[in-house]
């Protein structure tokens, strides 16, 4: 505004489009950048955010016809002072503000009354707010009632009048209107702005939503919202996420969602999923994140209970100071639910194998709201099932594994020149093979660049805090192709998954992948690898080494049925068709299927994901606890044909 001397009125305006360029800095989440020709600010494509911490709403103190109006229509909140008003102005003052936001397709009551008072504690019948506490409860009833004030703001700085009125004055005051406002006067707490009822989704009977579900419920208009609609891989728009706290919270949660017909339902813990979405688009999700404890239930048996919500690098840290682990993932940002309940290859697979496999029982809700225990002796159907397809049949609501003795751990990060990207996975996967099982590496190769040799990078992890040994295990991967860079250190397993940021999820890179389980990386395997990666379409190439104590573990002992494969492969693309056409020379290589690396969402992955039987006993297990298929946002196994 280059300072120009501004009329009272002008004044207006220029507060008028401050509050839209304040508020379109605040919108972080609205990809298109900043654009505003107005008469007192210009902004050509401004960047918006950071998003605030928590909602900050915009309170005007007004008085005059013209600024009221700009309340109604822009403003969270009216806040005049007591002093300033005349017998009638606050009537009056509402009276403006009600049509301006009447005619701006507002709500009036979105926006909060609030006042600031002054008074003094004195013997009673002094003058208004001049008196004990009883006689200011009198003087401030009607504004509540009659006027619609919510937030009452006490201009003083004498903390013994604070106090009374803290103390003395507000609990008798909200004792007084609820016992009268059933009867009298406007609402005292602001409704929901009609912009954001204007966001509602079909379908989603939001005013039929349980009370207990109220508070925990997030809507496309609420200011929560940027941070619960994507996960981290997919962008979603869900028409309402449910922030459940509680188990009978989940059953009624669960409950309601089954009632909208036709709205999908996700279930989410860590939004971590690559197979399940965890989003959706105009549906409601059910999120667990705030289940996320994690306690240690015996000591000698090494019993560990965590919820869903709980991520694997905070599992991590909690179990680290006992010298204990247990086996998850190779990131700390994944959330307990999804990666639980499907199997868990990470850093420690090798020696101590699948997440899976450390079960001794859980708690999930079924479809029909049963709360069911799932462990070898109660519903050892259900155990099973959930060990590696878990969420076809229910929400697990808690976990209980028996942990590990892991103390320190080698890890090592090795960088090879890849030009011979063939002879190299050939040789990684025979000395990965070769290794004794403390030993776990995972190899991740991305497209040359720029006339660049190919760099894989080869990580591995030594369940031994011996330098020796460690060294000593490391040795034959070193030499499997030209070394361009190499780290090694003895640190612990916690430190190796405190590698996620806290920050809301905001559906990076919504990328594509398929994947396999194989036994060995043959010549001809490696050959395929390296023609998948000269097509340029693969941008995240990535084996994992199984084996190990994976394979001690019966082929019938858990959904997760491929215990013979020594090595897990994902690619990632961004294009689907191209990305099934280049994966269809290397497909027939594979022997089974981890689902969560997979998106191919076509019916011949479940016959990849499981063995025929697993998945003809995973179909009778469906019909048996989820007969009408409400568990179907990940790698569905509908209910047997005839019977659903
Ligand atoms: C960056 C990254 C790294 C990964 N690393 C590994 C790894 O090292 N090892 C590995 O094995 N996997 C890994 N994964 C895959 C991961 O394990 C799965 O995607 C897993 O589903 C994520 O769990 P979540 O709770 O974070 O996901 P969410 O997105 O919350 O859930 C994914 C799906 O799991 C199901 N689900 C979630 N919670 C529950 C519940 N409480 N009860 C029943 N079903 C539920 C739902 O179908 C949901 O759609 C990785 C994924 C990412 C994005």
Do not use: C
């Amino acid at each position: 505004m280059g300072g120009r001397r501004l009329s009272p009125g002008q004044s207006i305006d220029a507060l008028d489009e401050a509050i839209d360029v304040i508020r379109g800095i605040w919108a972080a989440d609205e990809r298109a950048v900043l654009r505003l020709d107005g008469e007192y600010y210009g902004l050509r494509g401004a960047k918006r955010g950071p998003a605030p911490a928590h909602d900050i709403p915009i309170w005007l103190g007004a008085y005059k016809p013209r600024i009221l109006r700009l309340v109604g229509r822009k403003a969270d909140g009216w806040l005049p002072s007591m002093p300033y008003l005349k017998p009638g102005d606050l009537q009056a003052g509402n009276q403006a503000i009600d049509e301006a936001a009447l005619a701006a397709g507002r709500n009036p009551a979105e926006i909060r009354r609030l006042l600031n008072i002054s008074g003094r504690f004195s013997a009673a019948g002094q003058g208004w707010l001049d008196g004990p506490a009883g006689q200011w409860v009198e003087d401030l009833l009607p504004l509540v009632l009659q006027d619609g004030v919510s937030t009452l703001i006490v201009m003083t700085d004498d903390p013994g009048t604070m106090r009374r009125f803290a103390e003395e004055v507000m609990p008798s005051l909200r004792d007084a209107v609820d016992r009268e406002r059933a009867s009298r006067g406007r609402p005292t707490a602001p409704a929901r702005s009609a912009a954001a009822l204007s966001r509602r989704r079909d379908g989603i009977d939001y005013d039929g939503l349980p009370a207990a579900l109220a508070e925990s419920a997030v809507e496309p208009g609420d200011f929560d919202y940027s941070r619960v609609r994507s996960t981290y891989l997919r962008g979603g728009a869900p028409g309402l996420v449910l922030r459940v706290t509680s188990v009978p919270q989940v059953v009624e949660a669960l409950a309601f969602a089954r009632e909208q017909a036709g709205v999908a339902m996700s279930v989410r813990s860590g939004g971590h999923g690559i197979s399940g979405r965890s989003t959706n688009d105009g549906g409601v999700v059910l999120d667990l994140s705030a289940l996320n404890a994690i306690e240690i239930v015996d000591e000698t048996t090494r019993r560990v209970r965590l919820g869903p919500g709980a991520r694997w690098m905070d599992v991590a840290a909690a179990l680290a100071p006992r010298g204990w682990a247990l086996s998850s993932g190779d990131y700390g940002g994944v959330g307990v639910g999804g990666l639980a309940t499907a199997g868990g290859i990470g850093w420690l697979v090798r020696e101590h194998g699948l997440t899976i496999d450390h079960l001794r029982s859980a708690q999930i809700v079924l479809a029909d709201g049963t709360v069911a225990t799932a462990s070898p002796d109660e519903n050892s159907d259900l155990f099973w099932g959930i060990r590696g397809a878990g969420a076809n049949f229910g929400i697990v609501t808690s976990f209980e594994f028996e942990a590990d003795e892991v103390g320190n751990i080698g890890f090592a990060q090795l960088a090879f020149d890849a030009t011979d990207t063939a002879g190299f996975f050939e040789r990684w996967g025979g000395v990965v093979e070769a290794a004794p099982r403390d030993v776990t590496s995972f190899v991740i190769l991305g497209p040359s660049r720029g006339g660049q040799p190919p760099v894989a990078h080869v990580m591995v992890a030594v369940d031994s805090d011996d330098a020796d040994t460690v060294l000593a295990r490391l040795q034959p991967l070193a030499q499997i192709a030209p070394l361009v860079g190499s780290d090694a250190r003895i640190t612990s397993y916690a430190a190796v998954m405190a590698n996620a940021s806290p920050d809301p999820h905001q559906g990076q890179g919504e990328p594509v992948t398929r994947s396999g389980l194989i036994r060995h990386i043959t010549p001809e395997f490696a050959i395929a690898i390296e023609k998948l990666m000269a097509t340029g379409i693969v941008y995240f190439f990535q084996i994992r080494s199984l084996g190990g104590a994976v394979s001690d573990v019966a082929a019938d002992a858990t959904a997760f049925g491929t215990r013979d494969a020594n090595f897990a492969v994902v690619a990632f693309g961004t294009d689907r068709a191209r990305l099934d056409e280049a994966w269809e020379d290397i497909y027939q290589h594979f022997r089974g299927l981890y689902l969560s690396f997979e998106t191919d969402t076509r019916a011949e992955r479940l016959g990849d994901a499981f063995p025929a039987a697993t998945l003809e006993r995973l179909r009778a297990l469906k019909q048996r606890y989820d007969p009408d298929n409400v568990f179907r946002d990940n790698f569905n196994i509908a209910p047997p044909p005839g019977l659903g």
